[in-house]
């Protein structure tokens, strides 16, 4: 995962298209009190 200010991460094309495929294909797993609470591929709002 990265953490950056935005437009201030250079990398390379191949990089960004990496980037691009890990976003398309997260899953995004909630957790409370150490079971599962949420399994999504949508990332949870803030």
């Known amino acids: ?7 201030t991460l250079s990398v390379s094309d191949e990089v960004k298209k990496e980037l691009d495929w890990m976003r398309n294909n997260a899953v995004w797993i909630s ?4 079971e599962i609470k949420n399994i999504s591929d949508q990332a949870p709002e803030a």
Do not use: P, S, T, W
Request: glycine fraction near 0%.
């Open 1 to 7: 995962m990265f953490f950056f200010e935005e437009n």
């Open 31 to 34: 957790f409370k009190n150490d």
